[in-house]
């Protein structure tokens, strides 16, 4: 029990509202949970500085949070002060960041990605071919993240001197597998090609150093490991030495040099609000600066240390408990080939989903066709959580409760 009463202490979880503890919530990477400086910050950013300070609240308040927060998210992953940004969302992020980059393919025409990558990764480098040269073409490869050495082959072959950019979430969504990303960006830059890191399962969530070897652009979510809220604005990073030479598609007044000036010609702003776009939506941006203040707090590698801890616990309670009842563990099982969730494959995952949340009140989610994922959210994840959460597994299946559940999906989760 020693082990138990180690991985339930979170000196962070206080910090959060938890509105009801008996609720069992492992889907910290799909939403974090609210931090209760959050519901002060907003508090304030609405009735004192919306409320009585008005429009006097741009200068005072307003305008440096997307820098000053980027530059704190900066700071966990490695990029120095200056290259990164909060604005839009991942996808749209992803979007500016790699059509700049490709503005610099030459004569290069190949976009190298992951065939399992996060759908908008996929649908929007597909989408870019029409705009920048329909002759390009982009690479989805067959990995599989059960074989590391598998992944480091195929990606080996795949590059060359026609690759253009190489795209690749970094912390997979579904397996859970975590790239090489030291050792895939110099494999990039060995063949002449830059690298976009998309970082959504990963901040927050792994220790990350985009300074070496120095990655060229990466975008990632607030709302999962850093606590931002529903749809909070995504970040963006870009290397110091490129944000001078890259453009942003849409050349929106927010990244002008001086919007206030109000001029008719479109001049772009010398540092990283060059990818900021139109009006940022304070009231979500403010709301992502309490939660990545926790992480910042914590410190990634202390945050990690207990992370892998709870992973480990969940890794020996599925050999003992759950493997015999047909779960197969999908995440990989080393520190450096995995982020922050356990996935399980199960052929009735999406019933034991629903059983779980509806009868044990434990809360994951499921990947299809056959993914059972648990977030492991160092800042408040508890040990006993995670017991609960293989016991609920465990009383679904060997009892067949959630048979009763239909077959078919529904909903969002
Ligand atoms: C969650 C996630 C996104 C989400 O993108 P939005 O534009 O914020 O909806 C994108 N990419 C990856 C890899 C993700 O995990």
Redesign the pocket.
Known sequence: MTILTELDHAPFRDRFVIADPQVVYLDGN?LGRLPKATVARLQNVVADEWGQALIGSWNQAWLPIARRVGDKIGSLIGAAPGETLVC???????YKTAWALLQHRGKRRTIVTDAA??P??LYVLDGLRQPVDPAMRVQPLMLDHADHTQVQTVLEQALNADTALVCL?H???KTGYAFDLPQVTALAHAHGAPILW????SVGAVPLDVGTPRVDAA???T??YLNGGP?AP?FLMVRSDWIERLQNPIPGWFGAARPFEFGSAYEPHPGIERFAVGTPPILSLAAVEPGVDLTCEAGMHALRQRGWQLMQFFFELFDQRLQKLGFALVTPRHPQAAGSHVSLSHPAAWQITQDLVQRHRVIPDFRGPDIIRFGITPLYTLGREIEQAVAALESSVTRGTYQSFPEQRQGVT
């Not at 839009?88 to 992803?94: A, G, V």
Request: proline share 0%; hydrophobic share 25%; net charge negative.
């Open positions: 799909s839009d969302s991942t996808s749209i992020n992803l990558n996060f908008t990764d979430s912390v997979h969504y998309d970082l959504s399962h975008v990632g979510c709302y999962k749809g995504a």
